[in-house]
């Protein structure tokens, strides 16, 4: 069962997510991140349903660190809390995306990020193995073609991103040799 405070941060996630939707399945994007932070709060991760809900805010939509902050204490949330998540939120978003290296491929960005991924605190880690078993789920479901490249992706990803919860760890690991699967399909 949710708190107000947590039932606030839905409510401005969605906000600023809106209208976004999950790629294969058209439902609203929220879907996932309350998928990912109900995982993390099953784990009883330090503030991980409001990491969950809000990792993607910093990536995908206008958010900044300081609205999210501003709105987090609004909500109840300590200062020390609030800076907690937005660290979080900070570790979690991609760096490397096309955007903002427009000449590096790809797979450059992605090891790029493996990198970095590998240096976040470990509670971070485990987030976001959450939100790898969850988008992993939907890319196997829907895109085989494309899961043969995510999966390898996360693999290496794994492979150096390893100091988190170790029961989502081998959860996230477990998803992986469903590559020879997709494979023979």
């Given at each position: 069962m949710r708190t107000t405070r947590q039932n606030n941060l839905l409510a401005f996630v969605g906000l600023h997510h809106y209208p976004q939707k999950r790629k294969y399945t058209g439902e609203p994007y929220t879907v996932h991140l309350i998928a990912v932070a109900e995982m993390?709060?099953?784990?009883?991760?330090?503030l991980g349903y409001e990491i969950g809900l809000t990792h993607d805010l910093f990536?995908?939509?206008?958010?900044t660190n300081t609205e999210l902050r501003?709105?987090?204490?609004?909500?109840g949330y300590s200062l020390e809390e609030a800076n907690y998540i937005c660290l979080g939120v900070l570790c979690l978003t991609d760096n490397y995306t096309t955007l903002a290296y427009p000449n590096l491929n790809r797979k450059k960005r992605k090891q790029f990020e493996v990198?970095?991924?590998?240096?976040i605190f470990?509670?971070?880690?485990?987030?976001k193995y959450c939100d790898l078993i969850d988008?992993?789920?939907?890319?196997v479901e829907h895109d085989q073609a494309f899961a043969k490249v995510y999966l390898e992706e996360k693999r290496q990803l794994l492979e150096v991103m390893n100091k988190g919860n170790k029961i989502l760890y081998k959860k996230a690991l477990s998803q992986i040799p469903s590559i020879e699967g997709i494979n023979n399909k």
């Open positions: 993390a709060d099953k784990y009883k991760l330090k990536e995908d939509t206008a958010c501003e709105a987090l204490i609004r909500f990198e970095r991924m590998a240096t470990h509670y971070y880690q485990s987030i988008n992993t789920k939907s890319i």
